[in-house]
């Protein structure tokens, strides 16, 4: 039972260039979430979904973008990357809002450099 | 105002010997959830307990249990008969609001050091 699944595990983007972090759940779970965790620091939200063609932004969304045509995957986009966004990037994904317990995935460590 | 207030600096404990997290919390809700997540140096997110707002007693999972106090809004965690693999960065989370837009919010987090 694969869960939640985020690729690329490792990466490291030069200023200003573009990518997408990857993330799949297995689970048949609507609720889904992209959160960043700076060193040293709690996560904070950058956007959710609660179903297939539904997204809305959380608590630090600029800089990022989302997109759900399906109930699986959940891509967070980067557009024009800059040193702010070093972080480690975290999808969790869950089958009620807020639910007791979300499934996390392994995370993604980012480096812009 | 943060939401989630976990302000002990890095604690440690003797293995076996218990070990209370504090974390408070800020909410005007009436139905809210305190969760628990465990964060261990490979980097993955453990959820460990959950307590709703309405829960009349404390929530336990084998070792770990919650103190719920609500009039004071802190929800400490209690770990009980500490191991060498409890070492590991903890976080508070609460949930705000129901329905769909509900989710978490994290603190700071509280990193435990276990010595043998």
């Known amino acids: 039972n694969a869960g939640v699944t985020q690729t690329p595990k490792f990466r490291i983007l030069k200023i200003g260039q573009s990518m997408t972090l990857q993330c799949a759940q297995d689970?048949?779970?609507?609720?889904m979430y992209w959160y960043r965790q700076d060193p040293g620091m709690g996560l904070k939200l950058i956007y959710y979904?609660?179903?297939?063609?539904?997204?809305d932004k959380g608590e630090v969304p600029n800089g990022y973008n989302v997109s759900r045509s399906t109930t699986e995957d959940f891509p967070l986009r980067l557009e024009l990357a800059a040193p702010s966004q070093t972080s480690v990037y975290f999808c969790?994904?869950?089958?009620?809002?807020?639910?007791?317990?979300?499934?996390f995935g392994s995370g993604t460590r980012l480096t812009v450099v | 105002a943060q939401k989630i207030t976990q302000t002990q600096p890095g604690m440690f404990v003797q293995e076996k010997e218990a070990v209370t997290l504090d974390c408070t919390y800020d909410t005007s809700d009436q139905s809210y959830g305190l969760f628990w997540y465990k964060q261990p140096s490979s980097g993955e997110m453990i959820f460990l307990i959950y307590?709703?707002?309405?829960?009349?007693q404390n929530a336990t999972e084998g070792r770990y249990s919650l103190n719920f106090q609500k009039a004071r809004k802190s929800a400490n965690l209690v770990i009980s008969a500490s191991q060498l693999g409890d070492s590991a960065m903890y976080f508070c989370?609460?949930?705000?609001?129901?329905?769909?837009?509900?989710?978490?919010?994290f603190g700071k987090g509280i990193t435990l050091s276990v010595r043998p």
């Open positions: 689970m048949n779970h609507n609720y």
């Open positions: 989370a609460m949930r705000e609001e129901t329905g769909a837009n509900s989710k978490l919010t």
């Open positions: 969790a994904s869950s089958n009620r809002p807020g639910g007791a317990g979300y499934t």
């Open positions: 307590q709703g707002s309405y829960d009349e």
């Open positions: 979904s609660v179903g297939a063609g539904i997204t």
